[in-house]
């Protein structure tokens, strides 16, 4: 099993992380194995509403399982940090279906 193709250049940088579930997890990406389970540092959970603004939820230092990762993605930190998340308002995600 291969190990994360371009994972390795993704440590210590913010990351998106889209589980199965749904949820947009963000954080600092510390580390990660062979199965794809992943850690991260400063992490926040945020949830997505129609209406209202993205809530951020802290989760600070936090694991995710490999089996339950769709999507990993470099987050533009300067994009990100001149989005006004509270103005944003959008559907949350489905679960992935396998």
Same mark, same amino acid.
């Given at each position: 099993?291969?190990?994360?193709?371009?994972?390795?250049?993704?440590?210590?940088?913010?990351?998106?992380? !889209?589980?199965? #579930?749904?949820?947009? +997890? @963000? %954080?600092? /990406?510390?580390?990660?194995?062979?199965?794809?389970?992943?850690?991260?540092?400063?992490?926040?959970?945020?949830?997505?509403?129609?209406?209202?603004?993205?809530?951020?939820?802290?989760?600070?230092?936090?694991? !995710?399982?490999? #089996?339950?990762?769709? +999507? @990993? %993605?470099? /987050?533009?930190?300067?994009?990100?940090?001149?989005?006004?998340?509270?103005?944003?308002?959008?559907?949350?995600?489905?679960?992935?279906?396998?």
């Amino acid at each position: 099993m291969s190990t994360g193709p371009g994972l390795e250049s993704l440590v210590d940088q913010t990351i998106s992380v !889209i589980t199965n #579930d749904g949820r947009n +997890i @963000v %954080g600092v /990406l510390k580390g990660f194995d062979q199965a794809t389970n992943i850690i991260l540092d400063e992490s926040h959970e945020r949830v997505y509403s129609t209406k209202e603004g993205v809530q951020q939820l802290v989760l600070g230092l936090y694991i !995710i399982r490999g #089996d339950n990762i769709s +999507i @990993v %993605g470099e /987050l533009d930190e300067e994009l990100d940090s001149n989005l006004d998340l509270t103005k944003l308002r959008a559907h949350p995600l489905k679960p992935v279906i396998h």
